[in-house]
């Protein structure tokens, strides 16, 4: 069985510190991609592979009893890619040929080219769905392994997350996790201003699942949800973690709604690492 990894207070701060940085350096020299997604959902993936709770191997990437992550918001590939590679899963250097002709860290995950990536995502609303197929599975095999899968809350306006949502409650997957990135954003405006999820938690509740809602940026509330969802029988849970979109980078904080799929600016970048202290 692989093991979690679990590192301690200080490390994880600063792992996620690198973590946004390689977010930036990465976009920011590719000209493209989604940096603000990317750096809303930093604390949860820390936390997954660091903090104690994922089980990997990334020197045996198919283990069939490791726990699996999905990111369903595809396009928050950037925060996926710097994540893994801080666990192990490929050199760090890589990150730099995000997006170029070749390169297998493409702008939207894809399993076949890149180890560690779970599933290929990108259209929105299928990861939830790709995650309760690996929930499934596990299960027949008898595997103890867990499914954690990461949507956003734009995307939550896709008919497919409730699909989903239905049958991970109607079948009682307790080794599937639902976290759902609440930044409050999606391409085009505030999510509240397109398509209003609430009330959230309610809507998840009555379809089955168990719901707890956290401040998405606080590595203390982070471990503390993914401990209760472990520990939770019988039911699929979700995780309603409250992020800010663009976290860390006061030029993407300042106007969330219009940096969607926009890098920082090359004139930009050495302020908002100097903002986001890495040491680095």
Request: hydrophobic share 40%; aromatic share 6%; no cysteine.
């Amino acid at each position: 069985m692989p093991q979690a990894r679990t590192e301690d207070r200080a490390t994880l701060e600063e792992l996620t510190r690198q973590i946004r940085h390689d977010i930036v350096t990465a976009t920011t020299k590719a000209g493209s991609g989604h940096p603000s997604t990317s750096l809303s959902m930093v604390e949860i993936i820390t936390t997954l592979y660091f903090g104690g709770v994922l089980r990997y191997d990334p020197a045996n990437p198919k283990d069939p009893d490791r726990d699996r992550f999905i990111l369903s918001k595809g396009h928050g590939a950037p925060g996926l890619y710097a994540v893994l590679a801080a666990a192990g899963y490929f050199p760090r250097a890589d990150l730099l040929t995000l997006r170029e002709l070749g390169s297998p860290l493409e702008g939207h995950p894809n399993m076949n080219r890149l180890p560690g990536v779970e599933a290929s995502t990108g259209s929105l609303g299928q990861g939830f769905s790709l995650a309760i197929g690996h929930a499934l599975g596990l299960r027949l095999d008898r595997k103890d392994a867990r499914v954690y899968v990461m949507v956003g809350d734009g995307e939550s306006e896709q008919g497919q997350v409730w699909e989903a949502a239905m049958y991970a409650g109607n079948h009682g997957l307790e080794n599937l996790t639902l976290i759902v990135d609440r930044n409050g954003y999606q391409q085009t405006a505030a999510v509240n201003e397109v398509q209003p999820l609430d009330p959230l938690e309610d809507k998840l509740a009555s379809f089955g699942l168990e719901v707890t809602t956290i401040d998405g940026h606080s590595l203390d509330e982070v471990a503390k949800a993914f401990d209760w969802a472990r520990g939770v029988k019988g039911k699929a849970q979700a995780i309603v973690a409250n992020t800010v979109k663009g976290k860390g980078v006061s030029l993407l904080e300042a106007n969330p709604g219009s940096w969607h799929g926009k890098p920082i600016p090359a004139d930009e970048e050495a302020k908002a690492l100097e903002e986001i202290g890495a040491s680095i």
